[in-house]
């Protein structure tokens, strides 16, 4: 990376010293991957995602952190050994539990920032996908050998790929078969076919509520989601938090006890759970309803005003078991 890009970066710092580096990419209009390069402590790594993966159980507990641009997740644990297909990955566990679409997947550094240590992945555009940070309790000696190990031999990142705006294309209501699309809906036996209707309809995700059959997709008020967590929070029930982006999803199972506002910002601060949504960002929020061959499964979906799915929550479910009675009357609570 440049010295002036280095200098500018600096500047900003100083300036604006409790800004995080994400927010100082967009406002410097350059990538956070780009940042990260110009700090010489940080050691750009050769760029083997699945084997950098694959080694990551040996670090120990560690603290996983997949973010979008309104929402953070962050969970404490052990990686188990994670499996892959092709550019589909899986990190399966009761601590940490990952999907991940790694076909973009470009550049990943060992990062020191304040003492902290951490494994950071990137995309073509120079976004982070999902990052590992190490905990007291990580194994030191596991991730020098680590970095030692995939340590590149220049500092050259990929090229990263220019932003492209992209066209909507959301098709009108009047040009999708809304009986069809509404059956089939109603048809659905697992709520992993969700995404295949969509597609099979062309329909984006905010389109798809708006079309939903009756009585399976229900708005409500932004302020909801806070009013659910402490529902969630107050009762003592498990459930699963979904946030991701294009190039990584993280799931955390269990419990939701310390919600806390903070200004824009709506928080979950557990020793080993920690989700920060910014509910001011959100432009709607819902309660779907899927069928499945249990029965049906409710969750609540966040969106921004692009329609970009910002956050999900579920109640705890196990397989081969029906979605649990204290959920959903969590959820009838949210609409009396």
């Given at each position: ?8 970066y600096d ?7 409790k ?7 967009t406002?410097l209009?350059v990538?956070?991957a ?21 080694e990551?159980?040996s ?12 929402a ?6 052990i990686?188990?050994?994670?499996s ?9 566990g ?21 003492d902290r ?5 990137f ?13 007291e ?15 590149a ?45 969509l ?30 967590l ?10 699963m ?18 919600i806390?506002?903070?200004g824009?910002?709506?928080?979950i ?7 920060h ?17 249990l ?6 979906e ?8 910002v956050?999900?929550?579920?109640g ?7 979605e649990?009675?204290?959920w ?9």
């Amino acid at each position: 990376m440049t010295t002036d890009l280095k200098e500018k970066y600096d500047n900003y710092k100083i300036a604006n010293p409790k800004t995080r580096i994400r927010d100082a990419a967009t406002a410097l209009g350059v990538s956070e991957a780009e940042l990260v390069a110009t700090n010489p402590q940080n050691l750009l790594l050769n760029p083997a995602m699945q084997e950098i993966l694959e080694e990551i159980p040996s670090l120990g507990r560690v603290m996983a952190l997949t973010r979008n641009e309104h929402a953070v997740h962050e969970r404490k644990g052990i990686y188990n050994k994670p499996s892959f297909n092709g550019h589909m990955g899986l990190v399966v566990g009761a601590d940490i539990d990952l999907r991940l679409f790694m076909s973009k997947w470009a550049n990943v550094f060992a990062v020191s920032e304040n003492d902290r240590q951490s494994i950071q992945f990137f995309d073509t555009l120079g976004n982070a996908v999902h990052k590992i940070y190490l905990t007291e309790e990580s194994n030191q000696e596991a991730y020098q050998e680590l970095v030692k190990k995939y340590k590149a031999t220049n500092s050259d990142l990929v090229i990263l790929q220019p932003q492209v705006s992209a066209e909507s294309t959301e098709k009108s209501d009047e040009e999708i078969d809304q009986v069809a699309f509404q059956q089939e809906w109603l048809g659905l036996q697992d709520t992993h076919d969700f995404f295949g209707l969509l597609r099979k309809h062309g329909v984006t995700r905010t389109q798809a509520l708006r079309l939903a059959p009756a009585g399976h997709a229900t708005p409500l008020a932004l302020n909801k989601v806070e009013d659910l967590l402490n529902i969630v929070s107050e009762k003592g029930l498990e459930i699963m938090v979904f946030i991701g982006n294009a190039n990584c999803l993280q799931i955390h199972t269990g419990k939701a006890q310390r919600i806390l506002r903070t200004g824009p910002w709506i928080n979950i601060l557990d020793p080993d759970f920690n989700m920060h949504l910014r509910d001011e960002a959100l432009s709607s929020v819902w309660i779907v309803k899927k069928p499945t061959n249990l029965g049906a499964v409710h969750s609540i979906e966040t969106y921004d005003v692009e329609g970009n799915l910002v956050a999900q929550f579920f109640g705890k479910r196990k397989p081969d078991v029906p979605e649990r009675e204290d959920w959903r009357a969590a959820l009838e609570s949210l609409t009396s």
